[in-house]
């Protein structure tokens, strides 16, 4: 896949969710497409309209393999928003604020706070976060700005094999949160059946789904003084391409 440049783009925020399901609820990633990369919104193989809800992405940005930034940018490419830059990246990162939602007795979802919506079973404000890595880190991947969950490999080295075992690591504010989902293959199996959990010190460890696209997910229900709601629900991918053989 082509490096390209990244520079933060600042949009703006809101949308829906499923602690429902929280399983099978919706996420972003990063994935190539057509020779070029771009932000899915989605679960499992159901891609949706993704430049609809650009509106919600608080920002995209760009590393080198240092992890100093690059300009980076979304640009619309018919159904989907594909990553833009004019310098090589190893990785690329992004945050949306999917806003209020709140379900009522009929199961309905509600794009608003209990504030508005009184009678609701459930009310939370979700976050969904995506990490793609363009080639195997060279350096820790660090804490990204404005990502309050985040899985990040525990080590640097990424297996290259699929079936081998990886363990990652899951952060909340910036520090390893225990308890947190983490579902290995979010494209091809969204209904895991029994996703791994992180231990005290925040690490779990998963096996290498696909010699192709690996989406891991994680997930992690954080509590909040926000009365509009019961609690935030955050979700945060990091995907990779592990390489085939050649042609």
Do not use: C
Request: glycine share 8%.
């Amino acid at each position: 896949m082509p490096f390209r440049r990244l520079a933060t783009v600042a949009i703006g925020a809101v949308t829906l969710a499923g602690m429902a399901a929280p399983l099978s609820a919706h996420g972003i990633w990063f994935a190539p497409r057509a020779k070029q990369l771009a932000l899915v919104y989605g679960v499992g193989a159901d891609d949706l309209d993704a430049v609809k809800r650009l509106p919600l992405v608080k920002s995209v940005t760009g590393y080198d393999a240092d992890w100093a930034p690059v300009n980076t940018s979304l640009r619309t490419a018919g159904a989907i928003p594909v990553v833009d830059s004019d310098e090589p990246v190893a990785a690329v990162a992004a945050v949306m604020d999917y806003g209020y939602w709140s379900k009522t007795p009929d199961g309905e979802w509600h794009n608003k706070g209990r504030d508005e919506v009184p009678n609701a079973t459930l009310a939370e404000h979700n976050f969904k976060y995506a990490v793609h890595l363009n080639q195997v880190p060279t350096k820790p991947v660090p804490l990204f700005e404005g990502h309050v969950l985040q899985i990040v490999p525990a080590d640097i080295a990424i297996p290259q094999k699929m079936g081998e075992p990886m363990k990652v690591r899951v952060l909340y504010k910036g520090k390893p949160i225990a308890g947190a989902t983490v579902m290995q293959d979010y494209v091809n199996d969204p209904d895991e059946a029994a996703p791994a959990k992180t231990g005290t010190d925040g690490t779990a460890m998963i096996k290498l789904r696909n010699q192709g696209l690996n989406v891991l997910m994680a997930i992690h229900v954080g509590q909040t003084t926000d009365k509009k709601v019961d609690h935030e629900e955050y979700r945060a991918s990091l995907s990779f391409v592990l390489p085939h053989l050649p042609e």
